[in-house]
T-cell receptor, first 115, second 109 residues
Framework: DGGITQSPKYLFRKEGQNVTLSCEQN?????MYWYRQDPGQGLRLIYY???????QKGDIAEGYSVSREKKESFPLTVTSAQKNPTAFYLC??????????????FGPGTRLLVL | QKEVEQDPGPLSVPEGAIVSLNCTYS??????FMWYRQYSRKGPELLMY????GNKEDGRFTAQVDKSSKYISLFIRDSQPSDSATYLC?????????FGQGTELSVKP
C-alpha cells in the first residue's frame, strides 16, 4: 500500500525545545517537500529536496532544518528559533519532471502546538 | 500582491447546487494548474490537473483555465454534502507549486 506517512499526528512543543516531525514515503519519489499551513494563508513552502543529501530553502525556512539521508525519508526539525511554530505541517512528494509528473502527493499532516 | 489569489470563503450552498470556485494569478509563465481538495484535518488530495488553457471534465467536476485573463475555475455540479471541504488551487511554471489560500465549502443537505 503506497503512500506518505507522517508522525506524530499531534505534537506539543515546550518553549526553547527543538522537535522533529517525521515524513516517510514508499512511492519511490525523488522529490520531497515540507509545507506549513495556517488558517487563511494556504500552503507555504519550508524546504524541499530533489535528491538524497541535497535540499533547498523554500519561502519560510527560518527556524527550521531538514535532512535527506535516505530517499524515503525527509524529517523536519522545528528549532527554538521558530517563534511561532503552531501550525499544520504537511509533507509531500513527487517525481522530478515536468507538468503532470510534478503532481505532489501529500501526507496526512502533523499538527504542532506550543505548550 | 500575492502571485495567486483565492477567495477564502466560507461558501455555503444547498445540496444539488452548482458551485464555482475561482483563482486569479499574476505570473503569466504559469502553465500547469491544479485543484486540490482538503478535508478537515487531512492532507490535500489532487482533484483536477490542467495544462495551459481550456476545460477538463471529470464526473461532476470541471476545471477551466483562461490564460488571457489569468483566471482559473473549478465547477462542481449537483454538489453533495461529501463535497464539503477546503479547495486549494495550485499552479506552476515547472518547478515550485504556488498555492492559493483555499476556499472553504460547505454543502448543506
Amino acid at each position: 500500500d503506497g503512500g506518505i506517512t507522517q508522525s506524530p499526528k499531534y505534537l506539543f512543543r515546550k518553549e526553547g525545545q527543538n522537535v522533529t516531525l517525521s515524513c516517510e514515503q514508499n512511492l519511490n519519489h525523488d522529490a520531497m517537500y515540507w509545507y506549513r499551513q495556517d488558517p487563511g494563508q494556504g500552503l507555504r513552502l519550508i524546504y524541499y529536496s530533489q535528491i538524497v543529501n541535497d535540499f533547498q530553502k523554500g519561502d519560510i525556512a527560518e527556524g527550521y532544518s531538514v535532512s535527506r539521508e535516505k530517499k524515503e525519508s525527509f524529517p523536519l526539525t522545528v528549532t527554538s528559533a521558530q517563534k511561532n511554530p503552531t501550525a499544520f505541517y504537511l509533507c509531500a512528494s513527487s517525481i522530478v519532471g515536468t507538468g503532470v509528473q510534478e503532481t505532489q502527493y501529500f501526507g496526512p499532516g502533523t499538527r504542532l502546538l506550543v505548550l | 500582491q500575492k502571485e495567486v489569489e483565492q477567495d477564502p470563503g466560507p461558501l455555503s450552498v444547498p445540496e444539488g447546487a452548482i458551485v464555482s470556485l475561482n483563482c486569479t494569478y499574476s505570473n503569466s509563465a504559469f502553465q500547469y494548474f491544479m485543484w486540490y481538495r482538503q478535508y478537515s484535518r487531512k492532507g490535500p488530495e489532487l482533484l483536477m490537473y490542467t495544462y495551459s488553457s481550456g476545460n477538463k471534465e471529470d464526473g461532476r467536476f470541471t476545471a477551466q483555465v483562461d490564460k488571457s485573463s489569468k483566471y482559473i475555475s473549478l465547477f462542481i455540479r449537483d454538489s453533495q454534502p461529501s463535497d464539503s471541504a477546503t479547495y486549494l488551487c495550485a499552479m506552476s511554471a515547472g518547478g515550485k507549486l504556488i498555492f492559493g489560500q483555499g476556499t472553504e465549502l460547505s454543502v448543506k443537505p
